[in-house]
């Protein structure tokens, strides 16, 4: 049978977007913004117009991925220059700055009434001096110490700053500078005081020099990553979007790779997500080409959804229509492998509106499909950024397989005349949403306890943009411990039982 127009479209897209030239769509690459181009170019020949920032088609969005030494990280006891990363290093949450003190033990920094303890009791002069803490505790480091609850760092940085210290040096008696423990924080500079971690020996220099110069320079590392926005504007008061993430793992550099071999090989994401960017492009083309509309529409390539759906939380965040407005967001993620034989297709969030049941039922080609449908608005893809808004979605997926997240994401296991089933399903649904008024929304019950990417153990979503201390909460999952305990979106996680949640990456 000869390939139709959208099929040979479909097949050209994803030949481009998941070729070797674009090393994996990585967030933030220079290969990232050549797809966006693409895209941009697709949008743009149909005759979408531009829908991002300033008139143009791209909606950029930073990530801060961790942080870097700059050149200027020093410290001297007394004379003697110590050496970064072997004799200290700068928390994450030190501020920059350069400059000598006079060093103050302030021995374990613990002040503990219950237990008539007091480092600072015995202490005077200590504003403007260099506060040094053994990080260990008083009966010696263990579970059963009396002094547990005043074991984590930040409590004993608490305590000091009421004594206005120029700035603190940690170190731990009981073990020696362990480099990582306190660097992995993307969230930088949150204390208006350099903070320092030093080893043991390193400390009894500063003791008996009883003088400091220190120095730090920490610089955020960040990326810019860009969503391709394109829309139609009817003059509608109400808008459907639809939405596919177009980044994948590069070289699988970020981590989320399930490849285990040892040389780095490109992924190359054939079906996460080229396809659903492929079908994201002909639909454009099919509602553009429609005579009767009657609704706006945003067309949305996602960047940064394999870094925790980045693109889809910066963009519901920045929308210039109030949430309200939006009939439904339609979502495409791996939609690029339909088994020729079963034509199993799942269709998730068909709980977020009372409407969607009716609606499916009208669909031309549903026939052809063996369709499997979950409730919940919340999975792991850009839907659930939309659903978090109160909008109702829907997510298109053809199942996963077994090169889900490692380099045998290729084209040559796609089923084109199968996804272009997918692109007439959507767009006949479309075309149901065009006779009918604005749907309803409802809330879903959670479904997705065993969904990695969101550890919703708690029944907390997590907000990834958060730069705080703890974790902000997005959404909460009904039924879940979190809802249970009465907790609600925008409030901050700062403990969870005796565990403390220093950030997002704690979690
Ligand atoms: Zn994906």
Not at 69 to 78: E, F, I, R, S, V
Not at 392 to 405: E, I, M, N, R
Request: proline share 4%; with cysteine.
């Amino acid at each position: 049978m000869a390939q139709s127009p959208t099929e040979k479209n479909l097949k050209a897209h994803v030949t481009y977007l998941a070729s070797d030239k674009l090393e994996g769509r990585l967030t933030g690459s220079k290969n990232e913004v050549e797809a966006s181009v693409y895209i941009r170019k697709q949008f743009a020949e149909i005759g979408i117009k531009p829908g991002g920032d300033l008139g143009t088609f791209y909606q950029t969005f930073t990530f801060h991925t961790g942080y870097r030494y700059g050149k200027k990280n020093t410290l001297k006891a007394g004379r003697k220059k110590l050496e970064l990363d072997k004799d200290f290093y700068p928390l994450a949450y030190s501020a920059n700055a350069k400059m000598d003190g006079e060093i103050l033990f302030a021995g374990f920094g613990i002040q503990s009434p219950e237990n008539n303890y007091d480092d600072f009791a015995k202490l005077s002069n200590t504003e403007g001096k260099v506060f040094l803490i053994d990080l260990s505790l008083p009966d010696g480091n263990h579970p059963h110490s009396k002094y547990i609850d005043n074991k984590p760092w930040k409590k004993r940085l608490e305590t000091a700053k009421k004594y206005k210290p120029s700035a603190i040096i940690f170190f731990n008696s009981d073990e020696d500078l362990t480099v990582e423990a306190y660097k992995k924080y993307h969230n930088l500079q949150q204390e208006n005081i350099p903070i320092l971690h030093v080893s043991p020996e390193t400390a009894e220099k500063l003791k008996s020099a009883g003088k400091v110069s220190l120095s730090v320079d920490l610089q955020k590392d960040e990326i810019i990553g860009r969503n391709v926005v394109g829309v139609i504007n009817n003059k509608s008061a109400n808008t459907i979007i639809i939405g596919a993430h177009y980044d994948h793992l590069g070289f699988g550099e970020y981590g989320s790779s399930l490849y285990t071999g040892k040389i780095q090989q490109i992924h190359n994401g054939a079906d996460d997500n080229a396809s659903g960017t492929a079908a994201l492009i002909e639909l454009s083309r099919k509602i553009f080409e429609d005579k009767n509309p009657q609704y706006n529409y945003i067309f949305v390539a996602f960047s940064g959804e394999e870094l925790g759906l980045l693109g889809s939380n910066y963009f519901v965040k920045n929308m210039t229509i109030p949430a309200s407005d939006i009939n439904c967001m339609l979502n495409m993620d791996m939609v690029g492998r339909l088994d020729s034989v079963s034509h199993e297709l799942g269709i998730y969030g068909v709980g977020t509106s009372p409407d969607w049941e009716k609606l499916m039922k009208q669909v031309k080609n549903k026939d052809y499909f063996k369709i499997k449908t979950t409730e919940s608005g919340i999975g792991n893809s850009d839907h659930s950024s939309f659903y978090m808004k109160d909008i109702p979605v829907l997510h298109f997926f053809t199942g996963t397989h077994q090169d889900y997240h490692k380099p045998s994401d290729d084209i040559e296991k796609l089923n084109f005349a199968g996804e272009e089933m997918v692109v007439n399903y959507i767009y006949n649904l479309v075309e149901i949403l065009n006779r009918n008024p604005k749907i309803g929304f409802s809330k879903t019950k959670d479904q997705t306890a065993s969904t990695p990417r969101f550890k919703v153990t708690l029944g907390i979503v997590p907000d990834y943009f958060y730069e705080g201390a703890g974790i902000r909460v997005d959404g909460i999952s009904p039924e879940k411990p979190a809802d249970k305990a009465g907790m609600k979106a925008g409030d901050v996680v700062m403990k969870i039982n005796d565990y403390e949640v220093k950030d997002m990456h704690n979690y």
